[in-house]
């Protein structure tokens, strides 16, 4: 089964920009994989669906996240970070129907 | 108010069975697939199972095929997940969620499996 790969955490300041990435173990990560993004502000918690489909933005998701991909990854950007971004963030990846959720990433806004 | 509302979540013994329920509100689930994913804790999101409209079509993850079903009854609104032999690492709160685990659209809040002896 392929591994997805996310950094396990990343810092950033208040009001600062940064990339949170999502990797394949089978090689570059495509639209085909139909990358998502999940937001879960406390473990246990009902994680919120931020980008599907690599950059596409529900009615709910800030304006200052943003979905893309970047060197063989999906990304996700986050421009102007404020301290209630600070959540872990997964990505989950489809292959051929079938969905492997990345490992997260926890993001600090410090 | 669109949302999903688990339930059924408990203590129990390893071997033991338990059945989870998700009932939705605000739109009917036959218009959706429907999944159910886990937490374990202090672990991150693994998908579970997931069901097609009418039911025809069940997708496990390995680590529950043969022991965990779902199902669903659209006249209820309501989405099941039957879990027997429930094992130590089965404990995990328990998430519904609208669309197929491959574009998951809508979360509940989860609910919490104990399996301790």
């Known amino acids: 089964q392929a591994v997805v790969t996310q950094e396990p955490s990343l810092t950033v300041s208040p009001g600062g920009t940064v990339t949170l990435t999502c990797g394949s173990s089978t090689g570059p990560v495509t639209s085909g994989h139909f990358p998502y993004w999940f937001q879960q502000q406390k473990p246990g918690q009902a994680p919120r669906t931020l980008i599907y489909d690599t950059n596409k933005t529900h009615s709910w998701t800030p304006a200052r996240f943003s979905g893309s991909l970047l060197g063989g990854t999906a990304a996700l950007t986050l421009s102007g970070a404020r301290p209630e971004d600070e959540a872990d963030y997964y990505c989950l990846l489809s292959y051929f129907g079938t969905p492997v959720f990345g490992g997260g990433t926890k993001l600090t806004v410090l | 108010q669109v949302q999903l509302v688990e339930s059924g979540g408990d203590l129990v013994k390893p071997g033991g069975s338990l059945r989870l329920s998700c009932a939705a509100s605000?739109?009917?689930?036959?218009?959706?697939?429907m999944t159910w994913v886990r937490q374990a804790p202090g672990k991150g999101l693994e998908w579970v199972a997931y069901i097609s409209k009418s039911g025809t079509t069940i997708f496990y993850a390995d680590s529950v095929r043969g022991r965990f079903t779902i199902s669903r009854d659209n006249a209820k609104d309501l989405v099941y997940l039957q879990m027997n032999s429930l094992r130590v690492d089965d404990a995990a709160v328990y998430f519904c969620?609208?669309?197929?685990?491959?574009?998951?659209?809508?979360w509940g809040r989860g609910t919490l499996v104990t399996v301790s002896s």
């Open positions: 969620a609208r669309g197929p685990a491959t574009a998951i659209y809508l």
């Open positions: 605000g739109f009917t689930i036959s218009d959706y697939y």
